[in-house]
């Protein structure tokens, strides 16, 4: 940025770059966000469900 | 332009984290599209270059890869030489591909300086059209000091190049086999000019730049080389000189846009003077479309300008018709059966 100034004139800043207004801007797709992790349950243990059962 | 490793090692080098687009860049990156100019790049990296490192150890290490040209931005740490490339297109594919392998981006990056290079040598009034053309017709607006354009070829004893925007070639290694379209719109198989190149220190570049760039390029190099866009080549030239005598801005042609041998004491100032003014001219265009936003809408609103009198405006139409007016002119020319 480059801050210019006249005596009796308020300082402007100048940006090192500035878009040209001549080109649309395009509006980039909103980029997908990742879908959320599927919860997989917990392996039950098979011998302690079927020892409850038998009990 | 001198790159001391092959295409084809580059390409196996990319392809290892970008397969897809290498694959389509190595099958058509000498094609030749529109019978528009090949486009050849180079990439000054002006932090410590880290990101590439990888990719220069593999094609051979900095040794052999980047020692060899003593060309660069005075401010860069590497000057990465790219092998020339058939089309627009093939150059951002180029670009996608490295900025996929080392991970960071190479368009729009205030780090990395491009340098565009087009084959041959244009005269002192269209390197002045081109650097201006590229200007007004980027999507950015820039400002310049002119550490921005010194090169350590800037007093070089064999080949000063000074400090400017538009950069002629060292007379090193030229890529001379690319189709070039002759005046009857015949495919030669290389240029009608043995070496020589018009380059462009585009700073932070785009893919609009590129494009414009090479549009450019093609239309003023048939007109000075008689090839086949030789008669839009000369229409162009008058349109433009037309737009920036209307803005008052037809002095600006007269400036040392580029360092001819018989360049006096003092060129480098009154071409960065011109730069100046074109820079303030657009700076000052953008503010009044601001402006006109403004009352035109009482409030401010993102649409782009429709002033009818902009430089910024005419120079985007002019762009868009001179590339119109060659996709539909050499469709006809390969509908005709002139294609090799």
Known sequence: ?55 | MSYAYRSQDLFSLLQTKAPVTTATLAANFRRNEYGLLSVGLKIHCLDNGEKFKELIEGLGGASRILDVNYFKDARASLCLVLPPVGSATSAIHLIQCIEQYIGSPVLANSQIQLQLCSPGRLSARASALLGIAFYLGSDTLRRYTQADLRTTFESSFNHPRGIRLVLYDAEGDFDRNFTWWNYRGGHEPEFPFASGRTDLLIGPGSRLDIENINLVATLLVHSEYDGYWSGLGQEFRAEMEVILRRHILAGLLDAPWVRQPWAQFGDDDKFFAALQELVAYAYGESTRVKQRRLLQFGMWRNVHARSPNGILEEMQRLLFKYRKAIERQSRLVAQAGESP
Do not use: F
């Open chain 1, 1 to 55: 940025m480059m801050r210019a100034h006249q005596p009796g004139s308020q300082p402007i800043d100048v940006p090192e770059t500035i878009p040209n207004p001549a080109i649309p801007r395009t509006v980039p797709n909103p980029v997908p966000r990742p879908s959320e992790p599927i919860k997989v349950p917990a392996p039950q243990q098979l011998t302690t469900h079927l020892s409850g059962v038998c009990n």
